[in-house]
């Protein structure tokens, strides 16, 4: 029995963050600017900051500038508020982020309104989201917008093809069909309210988890030959320590499907780089140039 194709997406999402540096060059000599993410984090969790560290670092290793706005757990939604709008007008801040989640006496809903669409590098402003179902140019989701390059990646046309997408967040699944549709594809979003699930999955020739549930698609979930993209990060604990898993059970799926993306290395990789790639058009875009990355990928 031949074993599903390897979706490498540590491997596609390198060469997204190369060409990323390039276009920043590129910008840099011919324009004379640098693309910048400013970042916002409020309190301490431990997982935000190390998840905006890394952000700062996949910048300076793209020769982005960045700019990270640490605010304490105690700060008032007013006080968010006032920063998003100083950066809103910030010359040198191309892409803003507010690290979610926030405490619990701000509202996510109100800070993401208040970033300039323009510069609404998570996709996530209410004019954005709008857009994208509208199938109008704009600023897109990172995560769902990795998952279509590796989809791409693996596949010769999307068109037609039946996609079923597990998991309906505003983050990845809500995004991802209306980026699905907008490819031709035949969309089912399923969710907890869904009716047989296995058998719906059965019927797709591209297969999205994201649920947040690990090991939840199982192998005879799986049409013979579907390209399967898991976006599921799970940290599950084992006699050996931690581990991280997806929302497939990979080593069965493995077996049946065409092509699969592993965890680690599937879909994760590619969000930072999606990110990159959406600070440098939101950075052209404002200055009326030609997106330099993605017309060479």
């Not at 029995?1 to 276009?23: C, F, H, S, V």
């Not at 700062?56 to 700019?67: K, P």
């Not at 405490?103 to 300039?116: E, L």
């Not at 998991?167 to 980026?179: K, M, T």
């Amino acid at each position: 029995m031949t074993e599903a194709k390897i979706i490498d997406g540590q491997a596609i999402a390198g060469r997204l963050r190369q060409r990323i540096a390039e276009a920043a060059t590129e910008l840099r000599e011919r324009h004379g600017f640098t693309p910048g993410l400013a970042a916002i984090i409020v309190g301490d969790d431990p997982a935000s900051q190390i998840y905006v560290r890394s952000k700062a670092r996949a910048c300076a290793a793209a020769g982005l500038a960045s700019f990270e706005h640490v605010l304490p757990a105690a700060a008032s939604e007013a006080d968010v508020l006032t920063l998003v709008q100083a950066l809103d007008t910030d010359e040198r801040v191309d892409g803003i982020l507010v690290q979610l989640p926030l405490p619990a006496h701000i509202s996510a809903r109100k800070i993401v309104a208040t970033i300039d669409p323009v510069k609404d590098v998570d996709g996530f402003h209410p004019l954005n989201i709008g857009r994208l179902w509208g199938g109008e140019t704009t600023l897109v989701p990172c995560t769902p917008q990795g998952c279509m390059i590796l989809l791409r990646s693996a596949l010769p046309s999307l068109a037609g093809a039946e996609a079923v997408v597990l998991g309906r967040s505003h983050i990845v699944g809500r995004p991802l069909a209306a980026l699905l549709i907008a490819a031709d594809c035949t969309v089912t979003l399923v969710h907890s309210k869904s009716r047989d699930v296995p058998v719906i999955c059965r019927r797709a020739d591209i297969l999205i988890a994201a649920a947040g549930e690990p090991g939840m698609v199982k192998r005879d979930w799986i049409k013979p030959g579907a390209t399967v993209i898991d976006v599921g990060t799970n940290r599950i604990t084992t006699p050996d320590g931690v581990r991280l898993v997806g929302d497939v059970d990979f080593a069965a799926a493995r077996e049946t499907a065409g092509a699969i993306t592993p965890v680690p290395g599937g879909a994760g990789p590619m969000t930072i780089a999606c990110l990159l790639r959406n600070t440098v058009l939101a950075a052209c875009r404002r200055r009326g140039l030609a997106d330099p990355v993605m017309a060479e990928l």
